[in-house]
């Protein structure tokens, strides 16, 4: 079975595209809901976030989100020391669900899937784009983040021309259904290609 890395900068509407490849079938594990989903139940990576980032990383027995965001996306250091403790076990997660599923291939929907490295992992990768104001303009009314907030968090993934020179497959989400239509063709092609 083959992987296909799907990542894109944040707005840049990968969840979208995810959740279009899932609609025709294909199992979609997103990355970042899994981590999140570890970070709420692993008693290791509790222990260790709170031992990095203090007792306030954690709020009633759950990860408090906005409060790491703000320590992790002005501190580049920091934000790499809570990568290494979360990303092994996602990535040991991974494993685990992929060799639960039956299909030609899967789609995993990473943020960071160039920056880690991961799409060494990955037989194909897909990246989607969007033009930063349209980006912005997604995030402005997605999110309950400031303008600052999210260009901090742009910042620290890195540019859709440097992401080209490693993906695959390019998606342009602009529009829905232009979207849905290259989604479908790369469907018809990774499914015939084996």
């Known amino acids: 079975m083959r992987i296909i890395g799907l990542t894109g900068g944040i707005g840049s509407g990968k969840t979208t595209v995810a959740m279009m490849f899932s609609e025709l079938g294909i199992p979609v594990y997103i990355a970042d809901v899994e981590a999140k ?15 990095l980032l203090g007792p ?8 408090n989100s906005s409060f790491v965001a703000e320590k992790i996306f002005n501190d580049p250091e920091l934000l790499q020391q809570v990568n290494k403790i979360i990303h092994p076990k996602v990535a ?9 599923q039956d ?3 899967v789609i995993k929907e990473a943020a960071i899937l160039f920056e880690n490295g991961g799409y060494k992992q990955c037989d194909k990768s897909i990246l989607v784009t969007a033009p930063l104001g349209l980006r912005m303009k997604r995030l402005l009314a997605r999110d309950k983040s400031s303008k600052r907030e999210i260009e901090a968090r742009m910042a620290n993934q890195w540019s859709d021309s440097k992401k080209k020179k490693l993906a ?4 342009e989400n602009i529009d829905l259904e232009d979207t849905q239509k290259q989604v479908n ?3 018809k092609e990774l499914s015939r290609s084996r």
């Open 37 to 51: 989903a570890l970070t709420n139940r692993s008693k290791v990576i509790r222990r260790k976030l709170i031992e």
């Open 56 to 63: 306030e990383a954690y709020s009633n027995a759950a990860v």
């Open 92 to 100: 040991a997660h991974f494993k685990r669900w992929l060799k639960k």
């Open 103 to 105: 299909s030609p291939y």
């Open 168 to 171: 695959d497959i390019i998606i």
């Open 185 to 187: 063709e790369i469907h």
